[in-house]
């Protein structure tokens, strides 16, 4: 427990220092993207953390209309899974200029904006906006 | 009890599937409540949890129980009250199903999940929404004839694939409803059941299996491993094949999950489910029904009662008590009950018991 | 597991008691979330409820599991994070487990429905305040040789009987506290366990029992039928009698609870539990140790953790590796794991394996 | 659970109308209170909707100093279990006047209190103060 509280605290620290991180097993060498406390290749707890690239291409996606209480003020909006180097993969929603439509494989990079309390959100973006 | 000639003091164990009573009835410790209202004296009642899988979970673990020698009489219940809440916190209580920490975070929802995986499924094999439709069309047809279903009207592809987005592509006709609703079965040892002159059926095999809380942490995106281990570990237990089973019940909590659920489990080929559902084959005059009794879809999906109300299903069509919707010629039939995004699978196979 | 020499692969399947991560930790369905952050895969995992008694499930249904031959290897897990609530929502949430209907639009709370317990008991057998703050500095005083105790500091019985007032006649230091934890243990068949070159004990027997969710509906209120009725079960599985029992960890959510405990399961007369801890019969030189680990009461009262938790504590006294607090030449500890009101109880007596 | 809903609606139902119910056994007309959906005695389900006298005694109380949040603006408060006649048991809140003190065996009433949205609250009180 103590294991899962250390890296779910240290992806959410990341986020807020606009940083998306992965674990790195000692033994292996396997990155995980979220990070994790037990390698999934070789079963080690010896796990560092590590930043990670956040840049991915998009694998699927939804469009929500309808909503959670949590989400009712953002409705429609796109989520979706992406993939980064080495097949890590990520759920976030997907941030598109009005009128661009989601395709898959579209390149997409982590973005931060400023969400509850000043605690940092990730968004994904399209790479070709920039 | 009555059809099972079975009193309240015959009952060893009880065994209770319940999603949330605590977020959905404001009761936790809900297990106990059931030998308390039935009237019995101290029987031991076990709530078991694993999301929409909850009562496949207490079929499974009443059989267990049976095995180890422990129980002689057991009574699986599934149950949910979910018409208390209003829609919204509803989609709410069913998306704490889905990871806390990374997914729901992020705004996902039940049907937002599935509507990822459809999208997957549709760009690999073309799975579009009129055969997404399709699962609908016919469990709603299905339900005309089942008097328990909670709808019992049929509906046309066209009018599916223009109802209400929910999750892009998932609409409100690709979704199962809000229900309440309860089920039960009385499970005794083979060698005891013939003291019982009522219908009887044979558990042949069953299994489970989990995955990953997100689904982003899965390789595969058009199916449940999930499904896979868990049939292939009940076909193994059974020493059967896809090929020897006559009927399934499965989970279709959305079109996709059924269609990805025949497939997984070994029905039809990887890819085919859309297509062989839209051409009838899995109809009850088909070659090879599902969800018979109008699935989640259309007989509802009163959440932990839903893995139960499979088992006692196909227990009715084992026996010839299907009424309107009796299957001729039937001798196997199967289950698969899945909870969450698919991180827990419960697979039942039932055999006629004469 | 390292203890255990158990790796990932070699685990059948986990059984995990949690009382309510969907109130707790918004969290439904997460069972299959321990096979994920432990990086198992596919592993069947399920939650077992019982409000607190959720953690004694999950190491009986996992010994249920091992009995019926489906499983060689299972991991019981308890776990509850509690703290992430404030106070007054942890309290309405444990209140939650009394009967919603009847009870909780009363305005109950946990501590109400023992404190009336209470009052009954003193009023019955004379069993005071003194008494009852007896078993609180005892278990308080055990604590201080547990490193994985929340309170390690010893009380005076002075203090205890001027704590703050909860619900009257109980006081601050008559309950438990609000604690996050966890608690695990490894089960094979006792023939497999001597393949493993560490410590292990014998699981002898065990029983579980529910009751009314009221406790207006009992026709007892000064201790549980409950208990009364799994003890005499664990007894029965056992061939054994309460004389034969060296030391137990019984479920002290509040003070008065143990001694009902003490006394229910046949250890000391009816009536007789207050006096007896008053006069040190249980502590941990008397003749018959009672929550040598600190009990709930000061090792702390993580709910789903609990029940593991106490058989954790007996595993290392039987076998030796209980440091500071270790009993001299005990073969045999039973523990008790209460949820709710006393609306379910598990007991398990365990022995040495040498 | 028809039967589960038919017997809390009816106790419910009969609070609000200022009553106390119980359900009879047609069998062997057991009376339960509350009313229970399956006879405790018998175990029949043939099961009747019957008025009880709301007079009985404090079997035992508690007074509650920390409460949920629904009850936060009552405390301290008393909380009992009274005994009716036929050994049935009720819980509930005991309104007592200043400066009268709880005792065991204290006989008490059933009144009727007004609650949230018109519906009635059971409230026990001492018959000695009519
Ligand atoms: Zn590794
Ligand atoms: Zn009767």
Redesign the pocket.
């Known amino acids: 427990m103590r294991e899962i509280t250390r890296v779910v605290k240290a992806y959410e620290d990341a986020i807020n220092q606009n940083r998306v991180v992965g674990s790195i ?1 000692e ?2 060498q ?1 990155i995980s993207v979220p990070p994790r406390p037990v ?1 999934r ?2 079963g ?1 707890d010896k796990i560092d953390i590590t930043t990670v690239d956040a840049i991915g291409k998009l694998l699927t996606w939804t469009v929500i209309h309808i909503a959670p209480p949590t989400h009712l003020d953002r409705v429609p909006y796109i989520l979706g899974i992406v993939e980064l180097e080495n097949e890590q993969r990520l759920s976030g929603i997907v941030d598109l200029p009005e009128g661009v439509e989601p395709e898959f494989d579209m390149i997409l990079r982590a973005e931060f904006e400023e969400g509850q309390e000043g605690a940092s959100r990730l968004r994904w973006r399209r790479v070709r906006e920039q | 009890m009555e059809m099972a000639e079975i009193t309240n003091n015959s009952i060893d164990a009880i065994y209770a599937g319940m999603l949330s009573p605590d977020v959905f009835e404001h009761q936790m410790h809900a297990a106990p409540g059931i030998p308390d209202y039935l009237g019995m004296k101290n029987t031991p009642s076990t709530r078991l949890e694993a999301a929409c899988a909850s009562g496949g979970l207490a079929i499974m673990h009443g059989i267990i129980g049976i095995a180890s020698g422990l129980y002689d009489t057991v009574l699986s219940v599934g149950a949910e009250k979910m018409t208390n809440l209003p829609t919204a916190h509803v989609t709410e209580a069913l998306a704490m199903c889905a990871d806390d920490i990374y997914e729901v975070s992020s705004g996902i929802t039940f049907p937002g999940a599935f509507a990822m995986m459809a999208r997957a499924h549709e760009r690999e094999f073309g799975t579009n929404a009129e055969m997404r439709a399709s699962v609908a069309v016919k469990n709603h047809k299905h339900a005309v004839d089942n008097e328990l279903a909670q709808f019992r009207k049929e509906i046309t592809i066209d009018k599916a694939i223009n109802s209400l987005m929910i999750a892009d592509p998932l609409r409100l006709y690709d979704c199962s409803p809000i229900t309440d609703g309860a089920a039960a079965v009385i499970l005794v040892p083979w060698d005891k059941a013939k003291n019982y002159s009522g219908p009887k059926v044979k558990i042949r095999a069953f299994a489970q299996a989990s995955d990953t809380m997100s689904l982003h942490d899965r390789p595969e995106l058009t199916g449940f491993m999930t499904t896979k281990v868990a049939a292939r570990k009940t076909f193994e237990m059974a020493k059967l094949t896809p090929k020897d089973i006559d009927f399934a019940e499965v989970h279709d909590c959305f079109t996709i999950a059924e269609i990805m659920a025949i497939e997984d489990m070994g029905f039809f080929e990887k890819g085919k489910g859309g297509s062989v559902t839209l051409d009838g084959e899995t109809a009850r005059d088909g070659h090879f029904p599902v969800n018979n009794s109008g699935g989640l879809k259309a007989k509802g999906h009163p959440i932990g009662a839903t893995g139960v109300s499979q088992v006692v299903e196909t227990f009715k069509q084992l026996s010839g008590i299907a009424g309107k919707r009796q299957l001729d010629d039937v001798s196997l039939g199967m289950t698969q009950n899945l909870g969450g995004s698919g991180s827990t699978i419960v697979c039942h196979i039932l055999e006629r018991g004469d």
């Open positions: 097993c033994e292996c396997n390698c290749v070789c080690s």
